[in-house]
């Protein structure tokens, strides 16, 4: 099993920028991808970033453009890097780990929350 643990949430104004990380722990040699999901009030869980162990990006087209995953391998984490933050971008955001192509996410962080206003 994998545990995740995310940090690097806060308050911050629209246009600012913010960084989240993910520390994975365990039997990291088994995940096949990580990403960051959000849930906002009232709203399903969406997806943010997702990287493959092979390097393959993909993004929800709201943050496209505007946030970026990456990784440090060394250091077991992943971040994402959040620029021109908006008000609608504030949520509970998730890390989570998958195993193979061909499954759903299934380990998760216990969130960090992103408040983005004035």
């Known amino acids: 099993q994998v545990q995740l643990v995310e940090s690097g949430g806060g308050l911050v104004q629209p246009g600012g920028s913010l960084r989240l990380s993910c520390a994975a722990s365990g039997s990291i040699f088994n995940i096949n991808a990580m990403g960051w999901f959000r849930q906002a009030p009232g709203k399903e869980r969406e997806l943010v970033a997702t990287?493959?162990?092979?390097?393959?990006?993909n993004y929800g087209n709201s943050v496209k453009d505007r946030f970026t995953i990456s990784r440090d391998n060394a250091k077991n984490t992943v971040y994402l890097q959040m620029n021109s933050l908006k008000p609608e971008d504030t949520a509970v955001y998730y890390c989570?780990?998958?195993?193979?192509?061909?499954?759903?996410?299934?380990?998760w962080g216990q969130g960090t929350q992103v408040t983005v206003s004035s």
């Open positions: 990287m493959t162990k092979a390097g393959f990006l």
């Open positions: 989570a780990a998958r195993y193979s192509d061909y499954e759903a996410f299934t380990s």
